[in-house]
């Protein structure tokens, strides 16, 4: 095993450590709170769990440190890893379009698509499924000093032509017009939004305008899951073109930045929803707080006004009350 690969594992293990630990504290806030029952959250929640199942595949690659010393053992895990890996980046970066389509439609077209969640759902599922298959068919798929289980672009320093076509056409193309395409609907519905924001007194005229902006409020949060992939998938891009196009000589630095960034992309998205969870739901909970002390001190008010008065009636009674008439009976 060489510096890289031993940085690289280090790195991983770091990582995907505290992402999986962040993920699970986010959908355990989600459950427990039983905000599930909200579009909201569950689309947050379907990032987090696919951020989640990522970082699991990618410590999975950890079992990986021995291959060298027993190929015919662990080449049957290696694919079997890889298939998983390709998979998982694939639901994440379909649940991140979906919910960037969500926004968008809500936003500018005023669509409410919550019909449309199985449609969400499903596809983030099955797609990243046929997708993964590919190089499952043409045998692509094998283990890499650098990348570890994936898809190899060099072989003894020679590059494979198939395989970067390949990994190109399954992930690195894909991405990029996600990215493109995801940047250009954020910064129209960025540029849409603040110009409401601005003549929103001549918007409230609109029918159903306060319910317009109180559900948008709640779905704005969700933007951030498109910013974090604009953010984090740069690096990777770096790396995946310097590996694959102009040298197979490793670089630390290139190695370890992109190892990070694309484990901090589902660190991110578990942070996204904690804080999602605590933005929204801090002035809910705060309201409700203020509703249970104010009835409290209802009750205490009540219950002393009621002792106060009882006392009174009781006093008064013994005041006015009516001397004692003796009968005689007469013998």
């Not at 005023?110 to 199985?118: A, I, R, T």
């Not at 129209?188 to 609109?206: P, Q």
């Not at 910013?227 to 630390?252: A, G, K």
């Not at 106060?308 to 009976?329: E, H, I, Q, Y």
Request: net charge positive.
């Amino acid at each position: 095993m060489n510096s890289t690969s031993e940085y690289a594992i280090n790195v991983a293990i770091v990582t995907n450590s505290v992402s999986i630990l962040v993920c699970l504290l986010a959908a355990i806030l989600v459950f427990v709170l039983k905000l599930h029952k909200k579009l909201v959250y569950r689309l947050a929640l379907y990032q987090v769990i696919s951020a989640l199942v990522f970082s699991v595949a990618q410590m999975l690659q950890i079992i990986m440190v021995n291959y060298q010393s027993n190929p015919e053992v662990y080449g049957s895990i290696c694919i079997a890893i890889a298939f998983f890996v390709m998979y998982c980046q694939w639901m994440k970066l379909l649940f991140t379009v979906w919910v960037t389509f969500h926004l968008f439609c809500f936003a500018l077209l005023h669509k409410n698509l919550k019909k449309l969640e199985v449609l969400y759902v499903v596809t983030s599922l099955l797609v990243p499924a046929v997708v993964a298959s590919v190089p499952l068919v043409t045998h692509s798929y094998g283990y890499s000093l650098i990348g570890g289980c994936y898809i190899p672009v060099y072989d003894n320093n020679s590059s494979l032509l198939v395989a970067v076509i390949e990994t190109v056409v399954l992930w690195d193309g894909p991405s990029i017009v996600v990215l493109f395409v995801t940047s250009t609907a954020m910064f129209v519905m960025v540029i849409k939004m603040a110009h409401r924001v601005c003549w929103r007194l001549k918007y409230e005229s609109i029918t159903d305008g306060d319910q317009y902006w109180n559900a948008l409020k709640q779905l704005l949060p969700l933007a951030a899951f498109p910013i974090l992939f604009f953010v984090f998938i740069i690096p990777v891009f770096v790396y995946d073109i310097y590996y694959s196009f102009i040298t197979s000589t490793p670089n630390n630095g290139l190695v370890i930045s992109a190892y990070t960034f694309v484990v901090l992309w589902s660190v991110a998205s578990g942070l996204t929803l904690i804080v999602h969870i605590f933005v929204l739901q801090l002035p809910v909970w705060c309201r409700h707080r203020h509703n249970v002390v104010k009835q409290i001190s209802s009750y205490e008010y009540l219950s002393i006004d009621r002792t106060v008065t009882a006392s009174r009636v009781s006093s008064d009674a013994t005041r006015f009350s009516l001397p004692t008439v003796s009968v005689v009976s007469n013998s």
